[in-house]
């Protein structure tokens, strides 16, 4: 337990907002792992950004799949092992290219692939331009100003940095949570 405190909460989890509290520190943890070797994965697409992502997510107890069905292909999906009822966290990957796009995720993630049983979505937008903070203000005023997704109020601060919260009102009666979780990939000189 001292040696892996956020293992033992992420396992431990008796409810959703547990389970999601708990993830957190490990997708800081894959998001890190991308943005100080943006180098080495310069020339992948989101598809092989999104393969690196889920490699960083896998551990004991925890299933990650890439590309799973839920009405149509889901980039990354997370399961709790062993756990009843079922954890369960979808990823929507995007290359980052403009508030449009970034919300076009999240309307795959909430109309296509979420049925109303998992937790928290996360729509990953894989930044390569330069400054990201400003990108990503510029995506929550965006969804702030439209309420994209049948959005239930503004959004709000998340513990991970470049990231944010939203709430939806979702076809399955449910509100539900999804983080905007960004990944700082810019190199000095390929601003695209």
């Not at 547990?18 to 100080?36: C, K, P």
């Not at 889920?54 to 069905?69: I, W």
């Not at 993630?109 to 049925?115: D, E, K, N, V």
Request: a negative charge; aromatic letters at 8%; one cysteine or more.
């Amino acid at each position: 337990m001292k040696k892996a405190p956020n293992f033992v909460d992420l396992v431990c989890a008796s409810t959703d907002d547990e389970f999601d509290n708990a993830y957190d520190a490990f997708i800081g943890e894959a998001v890190d792992h991308l943005e100080v070797n943006k180098k080495n994965f310069a020339v992948l697409d989101e598809v092989g950004l999104s393969g690196v992502f889920a490699a960083s997510l896998k551990m004991p107890g925890v299933t990650v799949l890439q590309e799973a069905h839920s009405n149509g292909h889901v980039d990354i999906t997370v399961y709790l092992d062993h756990c009843t009822p079922v954890r369960k966290k979808l990823f929507e990957a995007k290359i980052h290219d403009g508030p449009s796009y970034h919300i076009s995720g999240l309307e795959q993630l909430l109309s296509r692939y979420t049925t109303g049983r998992e937790g928290r979505g996360v729509v990953l937008s894989y930044v390569r331009k330069s400054n990201i903070a400003q990108l990503v203000k510029s995506v929550r005023a965006k969804m702030d100003e439209d309420l994209p997704c049948r959005q239930q109020g503004h959004t709000s601060d998340h513990t991970i940095k470049w990231s944010f919260l939203s709430h939806h009102a979702h076809s399955s009666g449910e509100e539900l949570a999804v983080a905007h979780v960004s990944c700082n990939l810019f190199l000095e000189g390929s601003d695209k």
